[in-house]
């Protein structure tokens, strides 16, 4: 699909986000538009067997995620989300760097409740905060199997209390490899399928 190509080409370069100009920011909302009005998936909720998986997060305007950035000497890396369908369970990680040896990491996990054909309440339940290092990361997918089977972590490892932070999501675009979202707060999400 062209719309789509044309998306992921305009997101390029633009490091999740935080690189976008004005002008760059309308552009790409013209292009997500695009490609959500020729969503293949009007019911993502019912396709589990697509929203399942590990994905990587491309575009946001998100501004809780964006922020990881303004801190000194630390720089956003990589994002990732992991959506356990059968367990209803989302695991979000975002890689942060910047000094040597003192790479960090910020993970929550959450749980989902679908409430229509495309949109899911999100209730989170863990937060994960520490070194790289000192948690003995090695990639996204092995820490997500970690707290899956109930690790404990030598890091700031916290519950969230019921009710404190949730929200939801609407499911705009779903097919093999790409997901678009938009959250409760007007945030959007681009993500693809990570290996």
């Known amino acids: 699909m062209i719309e789509k190509t044309e998306l992921l080409e305009t997101i390029a370069g633009k490091n999740r986000g935080l690189l976008a100009t004005v002008a760059d920011r309308q552009s790409i909302l013209t292009a997500i538009a695009r490609v959500e009005a020729l969503n293949p998936t009007l019911r993502p909720l019912e396709a589990l067997n697509l929203l399942e998986g590990n994905w990587r997060l491309t575009y946001t305007t998100s501004r809780g995620l964006l922020n990881i950035d303004q801190f000194p000497l630390l720089k956003l890396g990589q994002i990732y989300q992991f959506i356990r369908t059968r367990e209803a369970k989302i695991y979000n990680i975002a890689e942060v760097y910047g000094l040597p040896y003192l790479e960090g990491l910020i993970s929550v996990a959450a749980e989902f409740q679908p409430i229509s054909d495309h949109r899911v309440e999100v209730r989170f339940q863990r937060s994960i905060l520490g070194l790289q290092r000192l948690l003995n990361y090695q990639s996204a997918t092995d820490f ?14 916290f519950n969230i209390a019921q009710g404190e932070q949730q929200g939801w999501l609407d499911i705009t675009y779903l097919d093999q490899d790409l997901r678009i979202g938009r959250g409760n707060e007007g945030s959007i999400f681009v993500l693809v399928k990570a290996l």
């Open 144 to 157: 997500v199997e970690k707290i899956e089977a109930g690790g404990k972590f030598t890091a700031i490892d």
